[in-house]
């Protein structure tokens, strides 16, 4: 590991909220090992779902819950407005992200990054609450980090796994209380990865008027039970995150 980015690596260990993953994806590429960068792509270019959905790079439309309007009680559609709206998330985060990788691309460090992984971050920043409503998991952080597993069962992706490598580094050097919800959350979102079907660059926009469970049926999504984290103890850092979502929550219901 180039010396440099560990330092970065290790300022996101002490505090993944102050310096995020998203940060520390962009950073990677200039010194990445070149093997390394290679394996990801083949692990989306020969995959033989994924790889012909990357290859097309369709991206959605800009969203708005506007959108979301006219759809039944029970569709896509209807859950994914709810999720928004109940805790209060941005319409614009991909725009977000890709105003956020222009600024990197700006100062050449993303030069090394190949089409094809930057697809797969944009599509996924595009993606990704959807793919809370798909799988059921919430934005508790440990249903979370529950997602990023799910997400890296289902493709090799080094921002799922920095994700994960952040969280279980600072759990075993900083904060030993979030090793085993951590545990859980990992192996419960890797399980599912494992046996659902691939829903990475699926279209899932063009099916908002479908109903959520028939969707969840045909990607092996359904589960008896929603992951619940049991946390004996709580981390610092972990309470300090919940205190910001309830806080987001009350601005949405005031």
């Known amino acids: 590991m180039d010396r440099v980015f560990g330092e970065k690596f290790l300022i996101a260990v002490d505090n993944f909220y102050s310096y995020g993953v998203h ?24 995959h033989p779902e994924q790889g012909p959905l990357a290859a097309a790079g369709w991206m959605a439309p800009p969203f708005s819950l506007s959108q979301l309007a006219d759809c039944a009680p029970g569709t ?26 222009a600024d990197f691309e700006a100062s050449g460090k ?22 809370h409503v798909l799988t059921g998991y919430t934005t508790h952080p440990f249903n979370e980090l529950a997602l990023q597993a799910f997400s890296l069962a289902q493709m090799d992706y080094p921002y799922s796994a920095m994700t994960l490598s952040v969280i279980l580094s600072h759990a075993t050097l900083v904060d030993p209380w979030l090793i085993q919800p951590a545990m859980d959350a990992i192996t419960d979102g890797w399980a599912l990865g494992r046996r659902a079907r691939s829903i990475q660059f699926i279209d899932f926009e063009n099916q908002v008027h479908r109903p959520l469970a028939d969707i969840r049926a045909d990607y092996g999504l359904t589960r008896e039970t929603p992951f619940v984290p049991v946390m004996p103890k709580v981390s610092e850092l972990v309470a300090q995150e919940l205190v910001v979502q309830e806080k987001m929550r009350e601005g949405v219901s005031a």
């Open 23 to 46: 940060l520390l994806f962009n950073e990677w590429w200039e010194t990445a090992p070149q093997d390394a960068i290679d394996k990801y792509v083949a692990a989306i270019t020969e």
């Open 76 to 101: 896509l559609g209807a859950v994914w407005r709810e999720h928004m709206v109940t805790n209060g998330l941005a319409e614009q985060l991909a725009v977000g992200y890709a105003g956020l990788t």
């Open 110 to 131: 993303l030069a090394r990054l190949p089409a094809v992984l930057k697809y797969k971050v944009l599509r996924g920043y595009q993606t990704h609450d959807l793919h």
